[in-house]
């Protein structure tokens, strides 16, 4: 990972001027989110039932109307012979996630089923179909 602060940036669907979507590797940068994400890499390391590092800490921002990821694992973007063979994914969450704000959509139980036919990491819509996915929403207040 690269020292300094990445902000990425993307555009809003419902005007005209760029807004930052994301930022990543803030955690070393910040004091409290230092504290966070070691608390997590306890957490990961006993699920794991050993030791954990972070990989990536990504911060995505959510603008009303705003589109959203298409479906994907995040498996695909890490796995490879010079990272990690074994993940976990874990989101903190913030703010408050009701049904109308667009909030994050998983499938229960997939991620036992393995890696999915994709096309450069997302999940092809046939595949969806065929595997039968539901998607259920993650809402927090």
Wanted: glycine share 8%; charged share 25%; proline share 3%.
């Amino acid at each position: 990972m690269h020292d300094e602060l990445v902000e990425d940036t993307c555009w809003f669907n419902t005007c005209d001027k760029r807004q930052r979507c994301r930022v990543e590797n803030f955690s070393t940068h910040h004091v409290e989110w230092n504290r966070i994400q070691k608390f997590c890499a306890e957490i990961t390391g006993q699920l794991f039932g050993g030791s954990a590092c972070l990989f990536k800490d990504k911060l995505n921002y959510k603008f009303p109307n705003g589109e959203g990821y298409k479906t994907h694992q995040d498996v695909t973007a890490y796995v490879s012979d010079k990272f990690a063979k074994d993940h976990i994914t874990a989101m903190v969450v913030i703010d408050t996630i009701l049904p109308n704000m667009g909030p994050l959509e998983l499938c229960a139980g997939f991620h036992k089923k393995g890696i999915f036919e994709n096309q450069k990491g997302v999940i092809l819509a046939d595949e969806e179909a065929k595997q039968g996915m539901v998607f259920e929403p993650i809402l927090a207040s």
